[in-house]
């Protein structure tokens, strides 16, 4: 276990890689499991879909199904992607960061986070886009929200602790990025007087992570701690 500092911030594979994939390894995490796979299978129907439509692309299909199938497209919109440039980071992002978020709550809990992080990132690039965007159609979507929302409550969450483990500071760190991420995006918009270029969905995201961090504060930790042999190797 180390301290939450910025030099160990900065090196989260102080220990070696192995430590760090056998702690992630080690994780319960059902529901970010479950979203993953959910994304790769909804992904691979939207592949599916561009090859029997013979379009251009799988961004063309997406945006093609919110003209015709609405109802359809927007239940699902967390789970579609654009192409294989969108759903690869976000998957990536969501089962390594998701992971940890949820090993620190209780599932309800997460549970609740990943939901009203999906719904809400959703909602306000809608209407984000509706408001600022040049297109009266509006089409938006992806799994950003909830990787966000585990940035963030990693950003509050892990420095409570004194001693956390490389995989926590990993995720620390992950947290401080998606930050600096979206500050840079919001001072750039402000500068450039371009609201349109702000991704909403990605600070509606990070707010609701932090804020279930802030809820949760003093509530116990679900995180699961490390055996007493692993405590000595570290």
């Known amino acids: 276990m180390r301290r939450v500092s910025v030099t160990n911030l900065l ?17 319960s995490a059902p529901i970010t499991d479950f979203l993953t796979v959910a994304v790769c299978a ?22 093609y199904v919110y003209l015709r199938a609405p109802w359809l497209a927007w239940p699902l919109s967390p ?21 940890i978020a949820e090993a620190h709550l209780s599932k309800i809990r997460f549970a609740a986070m990943a939901v009203l992080a999906a719904a809400g990132s959703i909602a306000a690039l809608a209407g984000w ?43 620390l760190l ?25 991704n909403v969905g990605h600070a509606a995201g990070l707010l609701v992570g932090v804020g279930t961090a802030g809820v949760t ?6 995180r699961q701690r490390p055996s007493t042999a692993e405590t000595r190797q570290r």
């Open 129 to 171: 886009g509706i408001a600022f965007g040049s297109d009266p159609n509006v089409a938006v979507y992806g799994i950003s929200g909830v990787v966000f929302a585990a940035a963030g409550f990693a950003l509050v969450h892990v420095p409570q602790h004194g001693r956390v483990t490389d995989l926590e500071l990993l995720a």
């Open 217 to 222: 504060r003093g509530c116990g930790d679900a």
């Open 42 to 63: 909804v992904y691979a129907l939207q592949a599916f879909q561009t090859v029997l439509w013979d379009a251009p692309s799988v961004f063309v299909t997406t945006n």
């Open 79 to 99: 789970l579609l992607h654009g192409g294989l440039a969108h759903v690869v980071p976000n998957v990536l992002t969501l089962f390594v960061f998701g992971r």
């Open 174 to 198: 992950f947290g401080v990025c998606a930050a600096g991420l979206v500050g840079i995006e919001v001072f750039t918009a402000v500068l450039l007087r371009s609201p349109a270029s702000i």
């Open 11 to 27: 090196t989260p594979f102080a220990n070696g890689v192995r430590p760090v994939l056998a702690q992630h390894r080690s994780l």
